[in-house]
């Protein structure tokens, strides 16, 4: 497309972001759409695999990364109850070469602060909550909660699994509850009394499984993530509070080494887990999805944020190839619906480095070199 086209990028999480910087370098004009008054650090851990690290290399943040986050020493799966472990993949110079890039767990909000140093000053608009597009032919009208509006040539909508973008293509739709919850806890680890654990590990349950993760290289700041069976959920609730002796409660019976790291957490939090039923839909005319507002997914493979930053780079190579929006997105979907398909598929199934994993396929993908499909084989218009 040409330089000149305005680019409307609604959501500033993951995704928006490094798309805006992707665009940006491109030489595109993009102006990023954030619904929050102001990034805050809330919210909690996040693992990013080789695979989408590679994609900030490129934007120049990868020391940024290393310095803010921690590259684990190994990603260890272990039994529930005797503590054994069923797998255990090394991160080391060797799998970083392997892989192409390294292994990091970060807090989010760090890993935000870091994608937000590529952008020129004014890209990105707080408080800019969206009510609506119309289309007017040639050009999109974005209306905003505030009374602000705007005009762009095209609109990606990487506003998150309940996106306002997604619903002026597909309608509107809940997310979809899974039957179950993540009670989850972000804590210094001065709390644990110098108790040692590894620097990423999943423990994995008969229904439920929890993950304990460093995300510093300090070793400062412990996250705890779980995923527990529940019946039902008020999913427009949201996040509500939760108490250590309830996140005991639901792991108490799990090997003690766990259990001696639950016992020091705190600010306990519940969040419903929901995705969205696979829908291959990613695009109309001049707008389009990427990330959850597009291919939600489950948590489990703790993949939904390399996905959305794979999205980024892909849609960028496509709208910087081609000359029109129809054929910029046909290539786009064309190249990642397969992928992301999978990538939910395991997602669900939850087994994902469960045991003996080939996970060269997901590691060494670049999605900045990857063959991009040809848009003719993209679904029907």
């Known amino acids: 497309m040409d330089l000149g086209t305005r680019i409307a990028v609604v959501g500033a999480g993951l995704g928006g972001l490094t798309l805006a910087g992707l665009l940006q370098e491109q030489g595109f004009t993009v102006t990023l759409y ?34 803010r986050g921690i590259k684990p020493d190994a990603y260890v799966s272990r039994q529930w109850d005797s503590g054994e472990t069923l797998y255990e993949i090394l991160f080391d110079e060797a799998s970083e070469e392997r892989y192409g890039a390294p292994y990091l767990n970060v807090h989010r909000a760090d890993l935000h602060d870091v994608l937000q140093q590529p952008l020129q000053p004014g890209t990105l608009r707080f408080a800019h909550q969206l009510e609506g597009i119309e289309d007017r032919g040639e050009t999109l009208l974005l209306r905003f909660a505030n009374g602000a509006t705007a005009e762009a040539d095209i609109v990606i909508g990487a506003d998150g699994i309940r996106s306002r973008v997604r619903e002026t293509i597909l309608g509107s739709e809940e997310p979809r509850y899974t039957g179950r919850i993540a009670p989850r806890a972000v804590f210094p680890s001065a709390q644990m009394d110098r108790l040692a654990i590894r620097d990423c590990t999943k423990w994995w349950g008969p229904d439920r499984h929890i993950l304990t993760y460093y995300m510093t290289k300090r070793r400062d700041e412990v996250y705890v993530m779980g995923a527990t069976p529940a019946p039902g959920w008020d999913v427009e609730q949201g996040v509500v509070e939760g108490s250590r002796d309830d996140f005991l409660e639901t792991f108490g019976h799990f090997h003690a080494d766990l259990v001696s790291v639950i016992e020091k957490a705190s600010n306990v939090t519940i969040w419903p887990i929901c995705d969205r039923p696979r829908n291959d839909r ?41 000359g029109d929006p129809k054929s910029a997105f046909g290539a786009y979907e064309a190249t990642r619906i397969q992928r992301v398909g999978e990538v939910q598929r395991i997602s669900i199934e939850n087994s994902w480095m469960h045991g003996p994993t080939d996970v060269d396929w997901f590691f060494c993908y670049d999605p900045c070199t990857a063959e991009l499909a040809d848009p003719a084989t993209a679904r029907p218009a």
């Not at 080789?50 to 290399?57: C, F, S, T």
């Not at 990330?291 to 980024?312: F, L, N, S």
């Open 282 to 322: 990613w695009s109309d005319r001049r707008i389009a999805l990427l990330g959850d507002a597009c291919h939600a997914m489950r948590p489990y493979m703790a993949a939904g944020g390399a996905m959305a930053i794979e999205d980024a780079a892909i849609l960028t190579r496509c709208i910087a190839r081609y």
């Open 34 to 67: 954030e619904q929050s008054d102001a990034f805050s650090r809330i919210g909690a851990g996040i693992i990013l695999s080789a695979n989408p690290v590679k994609v900030l290399q490129r934007l120049g943040l990868e020391a940024g990364l290393v310095a």
